[in-house]
């Protein structure tokens, strides 16, 4: 399903709207999160429906998409950071429900598999948020990440890391590797949402939704699941409308 919407404040606004109404029918819901640009608006929404009262994160449980390799929780730019300074902090979500990749650990590939334990553990994630990248990335799975791909590290895309480092002081400080959930694990979400928005991120998005699904574009393996909305606005949908005409 596509919901095409002038502009960001539009777009943030219709995917908090579909959170909420989520979480109204369940409220233990399971709830996937992502982080980036894209996504803020709509987690400040969420805040504000919060603080007007009709909207409780008491009981919600999240599992964010990845986190860098390195970096401890408590690091500026970690993406677990990034949470608490976006959302977690100013909801009502108990800091046990909130589950997060931690990056800084020594044994990465048992961290990944208590990861992927603990979604398995939830009852599995009910509604996955995913933003874009450039190069249709999801999460971290860069081009060439395959479709049954499970929670592990990665390295980075140049084009990433470029992309990422206007969150760092300098280019130098990005790291290069993350870990991140796989397609294959954001495939078994029982409902996605796709945020994109901006006129780069047409390109990405035209290949998701009209390629075959392969592993130069990530994303186009969402065509394999049989409930994802992307929430696009007017720059994001660029490709699409010119597609219809
Ligand atoms: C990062 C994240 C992705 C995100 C993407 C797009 O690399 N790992 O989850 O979707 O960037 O980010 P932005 O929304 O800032 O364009």
Same mark, same amino acid.
């Given at each position: 399903?596509?919901?095409?919407?002038?502009?960001?404040?539009?777009?943030?606004?219709?995917?908090?709207?579909?959170?909420?109404?989520?979480? /109204?029918?369940? &409220?233990?819901?399971?709830? #996937?999160?992502?982080?980036?640009?894209?996504?803020?608006?709509?987690?400040?929404?969420?805040?504000?429906?919060?603080?007007? #009262?009709?909207?409780?994160?008491?009981?919600?449980?999240?599992?964010?998409?990845?986190?860098? *390799? %390195?970096? &401890?929780?408590?690091?500026? +730019?970690?993406?677990?950071?990034?949470?608490?300074?976006?959302?977690?902090?100013?909801?009502?979500?108990? +800091?046990?429900?909130?589950?997060?990749?931690?990056?800084?650990?020594?044994?990465?590939?048992?961290?990944?598999?208590?990861?992927?334990?603990?979604?398995?553990?939830?009852? %599995?994630?009910?509604? +996955?948020?995913?933003?874009?990248? +450039?190069?249709?990335?999801?999460?971290?799975?860069?081009?060439?990440?395959?479709?049954?791909?499970?929670?592990?590290?990665?390295?980075?895309?140049?084009?990433?890391?470029?992309?990422?480092?206007?969150?760092?002081?300098?280019?130098?400080? *990005?790291?290069?590797?993350?870990?991140?959930?796989?397609?294959?694990?954001?495939?078994?979400?029982?409902?996605?949402?796709?945020?994109?928005?901006?006129?780069? /991120?047409?390109?990405?998005?035209?290949?998701?939704?009209?390629?075959? &699904?392969?592993?130069?574009?990530?994303?186009?393996?969402?065509?394999?699941?049989?409930?994802?909305?992307?929430?696009?606005?007017?720059?994001?949908?660029?490709?699409?409308?010119?597609?219809?005409?």
């Amino acid at each position: 399903m596509f919901i095409i919407i002038k502009d960001e404040a539009g777009m943030s606004r219709e995917a908090a709207k579909l959170i909420a109404a989520a979480i /109204k029918r369940k &409220p233990r819901l399971v709830l #996937g999160l992502a982080t980036g640009s894209t996504p803020i608006r709509t987690y400040e929404r969420l805040i504000s429906l919060y603080k007007k #009262g009709g909207l409780d994160f008491s009981q919600v449980l999240t599992f964010n998409l990845d986190e860098y *390799v %390195g970096l &401890p929780e408590g690091h500026t +730019q970690s993406y677990r950071h990034f949470m608490e300074k976006n959302l977690f902090g100013k909801i009502n979500i108990r +800091q046990e429900n909130i589950n997060f990749l931690k990056g800084d650990v020594a044994d990465i590939e048992k961290e990944c598999l208590r990861y992927e334990k603990a979604i398995e553990g939830s009852g %599995g994630i009910d509604l +996955q948020i995913l933003g874009i990248g +450039q190069n249709g990335h999801i999460a971290f799975n860069e081009p060439d990440s395959l479709e049954n791909s499970r929670t592990r590290a990665v390295n980075l895309d140049r084009s990433t890391i470029e992309a990422n480092a206007r969150f760092f002081t300098r280019i130098e400080d *990005v790291p290069h590797r993350a870990l991140t959930m796989g397609i294959g694990t954001i495939l078994e979400a029982k409902e996605i949402i796709l945020l994109a928005s901006g006129a780069n /991120k047409a390109q990405a998005v035209a290949d998701s939704i009209f390629s075959a &699904p392969s592993t130069e574009t990530p994303a186009s393996f969402l065509q394999k699941h049989s409930k994802v909305t992307f929430i696009l606005d007017a720059g994001a949908s660029k490709m699409i409308e010119m597609k219809k005409v």
